[in-house]
């Protein structure tokens, strides 16, 4: 929902005062300026985003009847003859409204000023429009003293609603605020030094040369920008071309590898000891140290086999036990004999 907003200018606000107290009468006229609507968006991560719609009406300057009754007659018809004539050079698109000044009254409308508003809109063609109401009193019996009392008003639906007036005085602005301010009307003066200077600052199109050489640039980083993300697209389809290719050769190599037979498996037949091999391995080579794996201590020093712990015994024991190494030495085959001969 729009809030409508009336700026009025300290100087046009003195200029009707002054233009009230110089006139025997009340006074009435036109108000030019211009309207516009400004669209705020409030982007929040905890709710949606809020659209918020801004109605300005910035007045510039006033234009007053020469007579009073003259703009509109008694039953609230508008004379277009009167209103084409008192805007004379003026643009019909800078109406945004009409202003009223009643002495010793209260700041609501009439019911012939409600009438004139809606009939003014008609022959404006513009809904939009907005009525200001001044009512100046005397606060003190010998007139010193005066009170000016100011509001607007704006119709919605044939319902008119008081609209806040903001004075924009250049002592009160906020230092953002100067540039929703608008612009008073271009004088001639002006107009023609604008015109005699403004072609070293300007260009045809209204704009600042820097303005035009930014919007170029931006122009052109645009078309880098363009050009930089269609190479981007390209190469992404061709990462995609090759992904596929690549699932497509992994399914067929892991359903080739499925189609071929397994190594080791019962058809292949078991590999045959021959016993008679390795009992013939064992009984020449089973005495030959290549072939033994020794035992060593925490010292390195090999741990003895049973056999030479046998042969060391046999040393120490007593000559009566000789006999019994000669009796297993006989019983040894004659294979060892040899070998043993063949050490000594």
């Known amino acids: 929902m729009a809030e409508p907003t009336v700026r009025l200018p300290g100087i046009v606000l003195a200029s009707l ?10 006074v009435e006229g036109l108000i030019l300026g211009e309207s516009r609507f400004d669209e705020q ?35 609230g018809q508008v004379n277009t003859e009167e209103l084409h004539k008192l805007l004379a050079d003026n643009k019909q698109e800078s109406v945004i409204g009409w202003y009223r000044q009643r002495r010793n009254s209260q700041q609501q409308m009439t019911f012939r000023e409600k009438l004139v508003h809606e009939n003014l809109k008609s022959a404006l063609s513009n809904p939009h429009m907005i009525f200001v109401l001044l009512t100046p009193s005397k606060t003190t019996p010998p007139g010193s003293t005066h009170r000016m009392e100011y509001s607007a008003f704006i119709s919605r639906s044939r319902h008119f609603v008081n609209v806040p007036v903001l004075v924009t005085n250049l002592g009160l602005l906020e230092q953002l605020s100067y540039w929703k301010v608008s612009a008073p009307c ?15 600052f300007f ?4 704009l600042l040369r820097e303005v035009n050489e930014v919007n170029k640039m ?9 050009k930089t993300c269609r190479d981007v697209e390209e190469s992404e389809r061709l990462v995609e071309a090759l992904q596929a290719e690549v699932s497509a050769l992994r399914t067929r190599l892991r359903e080739s590898q499925q189609g071929q037979p397994e190594k080791g498996t019962a058809d292949d037949p078991e590999p045959r000891k021959n016993l008679l091999l390795h ?7 089973a005495s030959s140290p290549l072939f033994h794996t020794q035992t060593l201590t925490l010292q390195g020093l090999p741990v003895p086999d049973d056999d030479d712990v046998s042969v060391k015994t046999a040393r120490e024991a007593p000559p009566g036990a000789k006999n019994c190494r000669k009796r297993l030495r006989e019983t040894l085959p004659e294979t060892e004999r040899k070998r043993r001969r063949s050490k000594s």
């Open 41 to 75: 968006v409030t982007i929040s991560d905890s709710q949606a985003d809020h659209i918020h719609i801004e109605e300005t009406y910035n007045v510039q300057k006033h234009i007053a009847c020469h007579r009073l009754n003259t703009l509109y007659s008694s039953d």
């Open 17 to 26: 005062m002054f233009q009230h107290v110089n006139s025997d009468s009340d």
């Open 186 to 200: 271009s004088a001639a003066g002006y107009s023609l030094t604008m015109k005699k200077h403004g072609s070293k």
């Open 203 to 206: 260009c045809s199109n209204g």
């Open 218 to 226: 931006n122009d052109s980083l645009q078309v880098e920008l363009q």
């Open 279 to 285: 009992e013939a391995v064992r009984a020449l080579l």
